[in-house]
Every structure is written in structure tokens, then in C-alpha cells.
């Protein structure tokens, strides 16, 4: 009666506060719930962050029914003070039995709770992990065996660490129990960190890989010892190859790879590696986070494996410690260094990133000969909305409010913030005399609320916090969901240190009728694991949907849940059906379950066997990889050049755009050649295709054929420039490595004999020495000559000032090559447009002229009209004038059979820190501020502010400010100046004057649909196409359905240091419907995998006719892909120019056929028919037409 006395209080506050309506979680009152826990922690001269930076680092939760009556319990640790044990006696009261149970944890500084029923008697014991002392003996581990319970109902344990091989002390973080040998009986893992040897835990070195390190994890095999009856644990790290060092905040165990053997993924702090021990199936592990993971978090703390986006695999989410806030990042966030990244690669560390990180999984990658490899992961925090928690330790991820999907709920919070940068000037003054106590004092805390996100669909997560009920701030650290009162909503609990622990009541369940429903099922295992830890739940309803979980009780931080599972079900009342996987290769499947119940499934009812295999590919991919086959083995290799030593606050380099591609058949043998592009340290190189399919590669150029000064190729062309059938090359000068109006970066063009040699035609080409990026041809003014139009990208060293793209008339007459620049007389709008990225010349008004469309950075897409040989820019008239972007490539289809064009433009995606929109746009602002001759550019971008108002700021901390402005450290003579002052504060009137000022409101790849008239509509592409910057595409009717499809290779590697790579795409595929929709298709139903630093795409016609891929990597393989459909590849002329393509169920397209397409790519000439082609008419540029019928 109390508590519901409690409860209609609580709610009379709630209805009239601000709020109007009850939120989703509420807290309950420590003098109701009789749970007054508090971690507290009081500072001495040898306890404090200054002298051990994990004094703050918390306990954790451990949930159980230990005593068997069907209530959840909850078990506390505590650092200076003692662990607690608090029985549930319903209704959210408990009863601390702490003394009469014997658990209160001996004075050590508990850690970790591992809740086990280690000796399989049907009671739950409890694991302790102990650490920070120097003590050995005071920080042994402890083992509590639950001996049953008394006449009260309280149940009692003795600690038999010692009599179970259990007794470690070896700085223990967390314990994981799980089968790793696959004999039935549960084994442990033992993360590690030890405290003191953290002082140079961020210097680069070589990773210590052999098990002598303090700070290393340890794996315990579980040996029965028939003389004591129960089960001792023997130490096999060495021989299981756990020898990896590193500073273990979290432990996860999952068949990461579907296999059937548990793997154990490790999350470190400091520089150390975050470790993915793989099962070898024979007693070893092998580390492969580098092979899986293409970065991590830096500082990473708890985590948690789960599948997030019910796509049926295991995603990973871990935590760090990035504010959301400007004034916490200002204050926290460590100066750019350029020379981390480097360290990375020379040392052997993984990518490693201060936020958290969300890696969802792509399933399996696929390798030459159709091959089933590894699982591959994106990693989406920014674009997921998750990046960004603060100081953070605890991820929960179940579904909280039970509509389907899961959520997220984040703890955080630490009481001395000794990475403040004010801070640590004032201790690091040579001429300090404050006592260490008087030190402490001058330190700020971080004490914040807890997030809670809702989960939106497709990995994507809404902050509801407040609206959550979350808005207390505290200093949390382990915590866990449980169903309390067993209603189907769970329910959470929080340790805090400093503060009393939290424990909050879910009301997604509160008596309504109309709430969600939910289903959780129970495990009974085997003899020796009678909890089923490890069994896999699969359940199927409501028309396909499907919800998987694997049985791990050990999650989030420090910290276990119950050994259960729990599906939000939404208004789904029954279930299909449940598929249980047990460990014992063993599967049973219910079927027609109810829904809103605790489904109890034991293993010894399961009598079907199952084979856990690697997934395999439920039908022939699209593509193949055929890169070996073709016989083609090549690495692009380039100087590291640094371009953040001239400008320091580039948002990335300008000197990665590279290698370009180009196909066509270059010795007149009837087969497609390819180009790839070079540089200083490595010249281009062609591929002559032989009769057999395979490649033979040499230098494209003759001995002396190159320019005096040689310099970055930036866009290839291969085309016809002096009328002879000869296809000549044409290649645009690029890069950032010199100066303004160096003669590197003039243009070069190479004429062909015939034969694929080529000379270089001196004086051809107007003297430009822009640094330029893509090259298009067109016979733009009709005159039967291919003209060109080349982009000026950047005007070196001196970003982002805007520059000029150029018109270059094709003169040539009686043999002699000449093009004359007419961008004055016939595009003038190209002068100072800015910085142009990708260029096509597509007839998007239908009208028979070749329009030109550009897409550049900070700018918006620019359409220029063909008024009869003269350009004009109608953009104001597209509808999309206003929506300026970081376009990079743009490439055209017919996508829904309309006979009018319509175009995907990539750009950089949602999976950024700039997070920009029509009110909150990213800028960038630059000028020589101080006069000094050097281009000075500012990024700024909105975000919040101490008071959560969002308001522009600059995007670079401090001291990167004034590596490029020396001048500003005057301005700004501490921190906290600085992190206060938004970007409009940042330089005077007269320092503005002549500045330059550009801005991005829309970062998200997007398809433009032709509603005609010269009005386009944008649309975002798909969320898979938006993780990473879209380069090369290519556009055809891939799969044979008779619509067009879009193939994707894209990241930036070159980027910003504290923002980080954009490395994402893994390539992609996007199914066209034929109504200007797409869907994405996995690695294993595409074929299609580029992992790297992907630029330039391209198709081409193989020997036989079929269709071939070539995809490059900046500092990587050139890969190539086979369709595996039955397409036939039907070569065009030079002068074909677009071609109306039937399909035998009645639709028909048009298509335009183009010399130079997308980010430095240029495919071959050639048009596609499959299986439902009927037949196709080919006009040339003449007005000529042709038709060709197909069976």
C-alpha cells in the first residue's frame, strides 16, 4: 500500500510539472526502496585521480535470484566501502542482507560481479574482480558459493576462491564465464588492467604480444577435480595465445563469426588495443580486430554485443568519453596530430578514435572464387546519433520501451576532470608550491545525466533522456536492466559513485491495456551449465520481422544481467516461431508461442542436431571478385604527403584524389584496356587486356614521354583528340604538394599510335596551372571535334578559395593538336565558381545539346544550360540552388523509365561530426587573418553550448587554432576563453573584411529525381549509402530485372585527425525498382566488397563480351569484379551519343553514353543487354539512329 500511495504522489507530481505526461522511467526513492548504496570515495594523499587515474572508474551490478523465489536481487560492489546484497521483496522494496549472507567483500576494492551458478546446483554464486591496491593479497579475487538458503529466506555464501583456482590478483577488471573449448562445462576469462603502469600508457611502442606484460587478460580452463567434487580452474592463457597486453575496461563473449565457438572481444584503454580473440577450434585464439574493425574507441570502456538493427548479426557498441557539449569538447579534447596516424600504421595499432563506437555488422565478406570470409563491420556512431555520451562506462541495450527495437542507455559521469586542459597547465607550472590536496580541489567534475536513446530503425537513435525520465545528474558507472517486478519491462539499476545507486521503474508496462507486448524466454542447460549461457534465441513474427539473442549474461560494465532473454514484441500478441540453438549443437522450435509471458526452454528438449556453419550465400551474387583471375596485381603507393603542415585546420587533404581510371580498347585488338593514374613516386600504368581475359600491366608512357616536372595525376580521359580512331589520353595536373601556379600542376595530353604507346603533344594544351581534378569531353558546340572541360579543384595551399574550371575547344586541324581555352567567351559562369569536384556533360533538358552539371565542395550542384555552344547557369531554377553540399561525384540513369535523366550525386553522408542542416549548417571561414601571407581557414559548425543551445563554434580545439594563428594565443590565454567563444567572437570586423565564408547544409548523398521543366526534387539516398563519402559510381541494369542499379566505391582517408577516417563503405550496391527507389544489398548478395580508401569505379567489356568492374583504392589493391548475369556488353562508336533501351515487359529507358562519368572515372563505351532486353536504338551525335534487336 505504501508504494502505491508512493506511486499516485509521484504521478500527481508528474501531471502537473512541465513535463504533462509520465516519462518513460522513474525513479524510485531510496526511503522506499530501502537501497542506500553508495560508492563514496573520499580523496587522501595516496588515493586520487592525480597519483592512480582509475580511482574514479567505479563499481559495478550484478542481478540474480539468489535466493529462488522468483524475484530479482541485486548484489552492489564498492570500492572504499562494502559491497552490498539487497533481496527483492517485491513491490521495489529490498532488504539488505549483506552481513547475515556474508558477501560484504572482505575491505577489497571490488570491481567487477560475475553471476554465476559456477558449481551447477541451481544457486546463483557470486564472482568478485578485485584491483587497485598494491596489496596483492588485498586485491585477490573472491568466489562466494551460495550455500542455500535460511528459514528467513536469505540466502549465505562462503568464499572458495581459493578451492576453485579462482583466487586471482592480478589487477582484475571483469569475469566472463562461457564455453570456449566447446565441452560442455563454462570456462573464464579475466580482463586485466593495472593501474600504476599507466603513466606512459599512450606512448608509442611495440605492442608486448607475449604474456610478460602486468597488464594482460587471462583465460581459466574449467578441469572437473574428481577429489573435491566441483570443478578447478587451471590457467591456460599462454597455450590459448592470450598474451596480448592492454588495459581492460569490458569483456563480451560471442560467436562473433557464427561458427559455433565463442570468441571473447576485449575493450582497452589508453593506446592498447582493443583485442577480437577469434576460436581456432582447437584451445587457441588469434587476435583479428584489425581484420574486422577498421577502428575503435580510444579510451574504451564498457561495451556490449548485440544485434542493434534486427538484421540477425552481432553489432558492437562501445564507449569513451567525447562531450556533446563545445565547452566540454573545448576543454577535454587533445590537440590534431597527424603524427598519431602515422604512429598507427608504424607501430601496428589499430585506428583508434575518442568516441564511442558503434560497429555494425555487414555480415560476410566475399573473396576471389566466391569465397566466404570473415565478417565485416561500419562503424556508425555519428551517423547512429551515439558518438557522443561524455565520460561514459556503462552501454544497456535492450528494448526499453518494447516497440520492436532496441535502445540504449548510457551511464557516465567522473568526479575529478583531470583532462581538463586549464587544469592541467596549473598543475604542470614549474612554479607550483600547492600542497596535492589543495591540487585536487582546483579540479573540475564532470557530473551529467545519463543518456537513453530510442532506438528509430535502421541503427538510427533519438536522445530522450529527459523525455526518459534520465535528467539527474550523477557520477554513474556500472549498471544493468532488470525486470524487478516482473511486469515485461525492464527496469534499471545504477551504481553511482558519491550518490546514492539509482534504481528507476519502467513504466512501458503501467497496467495499460494498449502497451506494448513483450516475450522473454528463460534457458535450462545442460548439467554442467545449467543456465544455457551461450544458447542463441531466434524468434519470427509478424510477417517476417525477427529478433535474435545470444545468452550472455555479462554486459555493459562491471556488470551481469539476468540469464534471460527479452524481445519487445510492439502490437505483436503471437510469436510464430522460436528457435533455440544450444551449445551442445542441439536446436528445438516452438511455434504459435503467446506473447507477454516468460517462456522456459531447456536443453534436454531439444532433440534436432544443428551444425553451426559460416553463412553461406543463399543465392549466386550479382558480382564476383575476379582480380587474381584476371591477373592483375596491383598497389597503388604514394607519398604520405601532409597537407595539414600548410594549412593546419583542413577538414582533410586535398592531396589524396587519386588513382583515377579509364577504360577503352587502346590498341585496336577489340578489347577494353584500363589506365590507372599516377604520381611522383609511381607513373600511370595500363592494363592491355589479352585474348583470354587476363591483363598484362607496363608504364602507359614511352621513356621521355612525360612533362619536365611530373606531377600528381588527377582525372585520366581517354579519347579521340586529333580525328585519327587513335583513342589519346588526356590527363589533368593535380594535387597539393606545391605552391600556387606551380607547372606541376599543367595538364598533359598523349596521342596514341595505334598501338597503346603514346608521346606527349607538346604545346596541345592551354598553359593552366590550377590544381584540377576531372576531365569531360563533349562536342559541346556541334562541330564534330570532342571539346573538354577540365575542374579546378583547389588553388593550392590556399583552401577553400574558390577557383575557376575551364571550356577547352577542340581546334585541331590537318594532324595538329590544339585546344583553346573559351571559358571567357562561352562559359563564363566557370570563372571563380569554385571548387569543383566531379563534372558530367548529360542533356538533362532533353533539348539535343550536352548540358553540363557540376558538383563541388561548399557548393551547391550547378546545372549550366547548352544554349547552341554557350553555357548558362539555370541552377536558380532546379529547385536545389540552395542546397550546398561536400558533392564529390555525380552519375546519371533513367531510373524510372521516364525517357528523362535523373542523377546520383555523392557526398560525404550523415557519419560525420558535422551534423548540418538548413538551420544549422557547417561553415568555413578564411582569410589571412593576420596578415602574415598565409591563407588562414576556420571549420565551425553548431553545436551545443553549457546550456544545450546550439550555437556556432569553431570545429578545432585550442592549440590547433593557434598552430595556424599564432596570434590567437595572445587572444585566448587560457581554455576556458577559448571554449567559450563562438565562432561569430572569433576575429574583429577588420579581420573579416575580404574574408571568405562558405557554408554545407546538406551532407547526405542524394538521388535527383527530373521532375522536368528544369526542376529537380533531392531525395536522400539509402541510410547505407550515407556511412561514408561516395566517390566512384557506376549506373546499369546489373541484376537483369530490366532497372537500373547503382554500384558504389567511396571513404576518405585523408581526413582531419580529430574528426577521423571516413572509412565506412565497403562498397555497395543499390537495387534499383524502376521507380526511383533502391534497396541495399549485403557484401554476400552483391559480391561487391572494397573496404579501402575507394575512389574511381568503372566498367568495362571483357574478352568474352561479359561485364567486368575495376574498382581503386588509394594506397591499395585495384580490384575487379565479374557479373555474374548473363550481360552482353555491345560496343558503341565514337559518335554515339544516347540510345532508347526496350525490355521485354514493356518498359523502356534512356541511356547516355559519356567520356568521363563519376569521381575519376571514366568507363568503357559500351552498352548492356541482358536476358530481358528486346531490342535497342542508338542515336550518334549526328541524328543518326541505329536499332538493335535482341532475342
Known amino acids: ?153 536469505i540466502p549465505h555464501f562462503v568464499d572458495k576462491a581459493g578451492e576453485y583456482g579462482l583466487d586471482l590478483h592480478a589487477h582484475s577488471t571483469m569475469a566472463a564465464f562461457f564455453d570456449y573449448d566447446n565441452d560442455g562445462d563454462l570456462d573464464m576469462y579475466q580482463a586485466v588492467n593495472w593501474p600504476n603502469s599507466n603513466s606512459y600508457a599512450n606512448n608509442f611502442r611495440p605492442i608486448i ?75 587457441t585464439f588469434t587476435d583479428k580486430a584489425k581484420e574486422y574493425f577498421k577502428h575503435t574507441s580510444f579510451n ?44 598507427f600504421d608504424h607501430y601496428g595499432y589499430q585506428y583508434q578514435y575518442v568516441r564511442n563506437t558503434l560497429q555494425l555488422n555487414q555480415g560476410t565478406r566475399l573473396g576471389e572464387n566466391d569465397s566466404i570470409g570473415d565478417p565485416i563491420f561500419s562503424e556508425t556512431a555519428f551517423m547512429s546519433g551515439v558518438a557522443q ?53 582546483q579540479i573540475p567534475e564532470v557530473k551529467i545525466h545519463n543518456y537513453a536513446f530510442k532506438n528509430s530503425g535502421g541503427a538510427q537513435f533519438t536522445d530522450v533522456s529527459n523525455d526518459w525520465g534520465l535528467s539527474t545528474p ?69 510477417n517476417g520481422r525477427h529478433q535474435v539473442y545470444e545468452n550472455n549474461p555479462y554486459r555493459g560494465y562491471l556488470s551481469t544481467i539476468e540469464n534471460a532473454a527479452h524481445f519487445g514484441l510492439n502490437t505483436t500478441k503471437m510469436i510464430d516461431s522460436v528457435i533455440i540453438c544450444w551449445p551442445g549443437n542441439k536446436k528445438q522450435i516452438l511455434r504459435n508461442i503467446p506473447a507477454d509471458q516468460v517462456l522456459h526452454v531447456n536443453e534436454k528438449e531439444a532433440h534436432d542436431s544443428f551444425n553451426w556453419q559460416i553463412a553461406q550465400t543463399s543465392a549466386k551474387a550479382i558480382f564476383r571478385e575476379a582480380t587474381k583471375q584476371t591477373g592483375i596485381n596491383y598497389k597503388d603507393t604514394e607519398e604520405d604527403f601532409i597537407d595539414f603542415n600548410i594549412q593546419k585546420l583542413l577538414p582533410h587533404k586535398l592531396s589524396e584524389y587519386s588513382p ?18 599516377g604520381n611522383s613516386q609511381s607513373p600511370a600504368k ?25 606531377g600528381k595525376d588527377g582525372g585520366v580521359l581517354i579519347f579521340d583528340a586529333n580525328g585519327d580512331n587513335k583513342p589519346d589520353v588526356y590527363i589533368a595536373g593535380s594535387g597539393y604538394q606545391n605552391p600556387h601556379n606551380s607547372p606541376s600542376y599543367q595538364d598533359r595530353l598523349y596521342l596514341n599510335d595505334g598501338q597503346a604507346n603514346f608521346r606527349l603533344a607538346e604545346d596541345a594544351l592551354p598553359k593552366n596551372h590550377t590544381s584540377k581534378l576531372c576531365v569531360r569531353a563533349t562536342d559541346f558546340n556541334k562541330d564534330g571535334k570532342p571539346d573538354l572541360f577540365v575542374s579546378g579543384r583547389v588553388d593550392p595551399w590556399n583552401y577553400p578559395k574558390p577557383v575557376s574550371s575551364f571550356l577547352f575547344r577542340n581546334d585541331s586541324h590537318d594532324g595538329v593538336v590544339k585546344f583553346t ?46 544554349d547552341h555552344g554557350s553555357f548558362k547557369d539555370v541552377s536558380t531554377g532546379t529547385g536545389l540552388q540552395n542546397k550546398t553540399g561536400w558533392w564529390t561525384s555525380i552519375v546519371a540513369g533513367d531510373f524510372r523509365h521516364t525517357g528523362q535523366m535523373d542523377y546520383i550525386i555523392g557526398n560525404t553522408g550523415l557519419n560525420t561530426l558535422y551534423q548540418v542542416s538548413d538551420q544549422y549548417p557547417a561553415y568555413i571561414t578564411a582569410n589571412d587573418f593576420d596578415n602574415r601571407g598565409y591563407f588562414d581557414a576556420f571549420p565551425s559548425l553548431y553545436l551545443p553550448d553549457q546550456n544545450g543551445t546550439k550555437k556556432e563554434f569553431p570545429a578545432n580545439v585550442r592549440d590547433d587554432a593557434v598552430k595556424q594563428m599564432i596570434s590567437l594565443r595572445k587572444k585566448f590565454t587560457n581554455y576556458k576563453s577559448y571554449a567559450l567563444t563562438t565562432m561569430p567572437e572569433m576575429f574583429t570586423p577588420a579581420q573579416m573584411k575580404g574574408s571568405i565564408r562558405l557554408h554545407a547544409n546538406e551532407l547526405r548523398s542524394c538521388y535527383l529525381r527530373n521532375e522536368g521543366n528544369g526542376k529537380f526534387s533531392m531525395i536522400p539516398l539509402n541510410p547505407e549509402a550515407q556511412v561514408s563519402v561516395i566517390n566512384g559510381m557506376v549506373v546499369d541494369d546489373f541484376d537483369g530485372d530490366s532497372n537500373l542499379d547503382v554500384v558504389i566505391n567511396g571513404n576518405d582517408f585523408g581526413t582531419d585527425v580529430s574528426i577521423g577516417r571516413y572509412d565506412a563503405l565497403n562498397g555497395l550496391f543499390l537495387k534499383g525498382d524502376g521507380h526511383g527507389h533502391f534497396k541495399a544489398l549485403s557484401i554476400a548478395q552483391s559480391g561487391i566488397y572494397i573496404p579501402g580508401d575507394g575512389k574511381a569505379l568503372v566498367k568495362l567489356r571483357k574478352s568474352d563480351g561479359s561485364l567486368l568492374l575495376a574498382a581503386s583504392q588509394r594506397n591499395d589493391k585495384l580490384k575487379i569484379f565479374e557479373s555474374t548475369m548473363n550481360t552482353k556488353c555491345l560496343p558503341l562508336t565514337t559518335k554515339d551519343q544516347s540510345a532508347i533501351v526496350k525490355y521485354k515487359n514493356g518498359t523502356s529507358n534512356k541511356q547516355e553514353f559519356y567520356y568521363g562519368s563519376s569521381f575519376l572515372s571514366q568507363s568503357g563505351r559500351f552498352i548492356s543487354a541482358g536476358p530481358n532486353t528486346a531490342d535497342i536504338t542508338i542515336f550518334n551525335t549526328n541524328g543518326q539512329s541505329r536499332k538493335i534487336k535482341l532475342n
Open 1 to 153: 500500500m505504501r508504494f502505491k500511495l508512493f506511486l499516485v504522489a509521484s504521478l500527481f507530481v508528474v501531471i502537473y510539472s512541465s513535463c504533462n505526461r509520465p516519462t518513460l522511467f522513474e525513479q524510485i526513492p531510496s526511503s522506499h526502496s530501502n537501497i542506500h548504496f553508495n560508492n563514496i570515495i573520499t580523496e587522501n594523499d595516496s588515493i586520487n585521480p592525480i597519483d592512480n587515474a582509475y580511482t574514479y572508474n567505479g563499481g559495478g551490478v550484478g542481478v540474480g535470484d539468489f535466493n529462488n523465489d522468483g524475484l530479482l536481487d541485486i548484489y552492489f560492489t564498492g570500492n572504499m566501502v562494502a559491497n552490498k546484497l539487497y533481496l527483492n521483496r517485491g513491490d521495489f522494496t529490498f532488504e539488505d542482507v549483506t552481513d547475515v549472507a556474508g558477501v560484504e567483500g572482505k575491505g577489497r576494492w571490488a570491481r567487477g560481479i560475475s553471476v554465476i551458478d559456477i558449481n551447477n546446483d541451481g544457486m546463483l554464486d557470486l564472482y568478485i574482480s578485485n584491483s587497485f591496491v598494491n596489496d596483492s593479497l588485498r586485491r585477490t579475487n573472491l568466489l562466494y558459493i551460495n550455500m542455500g538458503v535460511d528459514k528467513k529466506g
Open 209 to 283: 604480444t607475449n604474456g610478460s606484460y602486468p597488464s594482460t587478460g587471462k583465460l581459466y580452463r574449467n578441469d572437473w577435480n574428481e577429489h573435491l567434487k566441483h570443478a578447478v580452474f587451471t590457467n591456460v592463457s599462454a597455450e590459448a595465445g592470450i598474451t596480448i597486453e592492454g588495459y581492460s575496461h569490458g569483456v563480451s563473449i560471442a560467436d562473433i563469426n557464427r561458427d559455433g565457438w565463442k570468441d571473447i572481444y576485449v575493450t582497452n584503454d589508453f593506446l592498447s588495443n582493443n583485442l577480437l580473440y577469434i576460436n581456432n577450434h582447437d584451445g
Open 300 to 343: 574504451a570502456m564498457g561495451q556490449d554485443i548485440i544485434d542493434i538493427n534486427n538484421d540477425g548479426l552481432a553489432d558492437i557498441f562501445e564507449l569513451d568519453m567525447n562531450p556533446e557539449d563545445n565547452y566540454r569538447k573545448k576543454m577535454m579534447s587533445m590537440a590534431g596530430s597527424y603524427q598519431t596516424f602515422q604512429n
Open 389 to 441: 555520451t561524455d565520460w561514459s562506462w556503462a552501454p544497456l541495450i535492450t528494448d526499453f520501451d518494447n516497440d520492436g527495437l532496441r535502445d540504449i542507455i548510457v551511464t557516465n559521469g567522473y568526479p575529478k576532470d583531470v583532462t581538463d586542459h586549464d587544469f592541467i597547465v596549473f598543475r604542470n607550472n614549474p612554479y607550483l608550491s600547492a600542497s596535492k590536496m589543495e591540487i585536487l580541489k
Open 474 to 542: 550523477t557520477f554513474s558507472n556500472g549498471a544493468v536492466y532488470a525486470d524487478l517486478n516482473n511486469d515485461g519491462a525492464m527496469d534499471l539499476i545504477i551504481n553511482n559513485i558519491n550518490d546514492e545507486a539509482l534504481i528507476y521503474k519502467n513504466n512501458a508496462r503501467n497496467e495499460d491495456k494498449n502497451a506494448n507486448h513483450f516475450l522473454q524466454i528463460k534457458f535450462g542447460g545442460g548439467k554442467e551449465n545449467v543456465n544455457g549461457i551461450g544458447a542463441w534465441a531466434d524468434i519470427y513474427y509478424a
Open 660 to 677: 583515377a581510371l579509364a577504360t577503352a580498347d587502346l590498341n585496336a585488338d577489340g578489347r577494353d584496356d584500363i589506365i590507372i593514374g
Open 686 to 710: 595500363i592494363f592491355l587486356q589479352t585474348t583470354d581475359g587476363k591483363f598484362k600491366q607496363r608504364n602507359l608512357f614511352l621513356e621521355n614521354s612525360q612533362s619536365a616536372e611530373p
Open 821 to 866: 581555352d573559351v571559358t571567357k567567351q562561352f562559359a563564363p559562369v566557370l570563372q571563380k565558381i569554385g571548387m569543383v569536384c566531379d563534372a558530367l556533360f548529360s542533356d538533362f533538358d532533353n533539348d539535343g545539346w550536352p548540358d553540363l552539371i557540376l558538383a563541388g565542395e561548399w557548393m551547391p550542384i550547378k546545372f549550366l544550360r547548352n
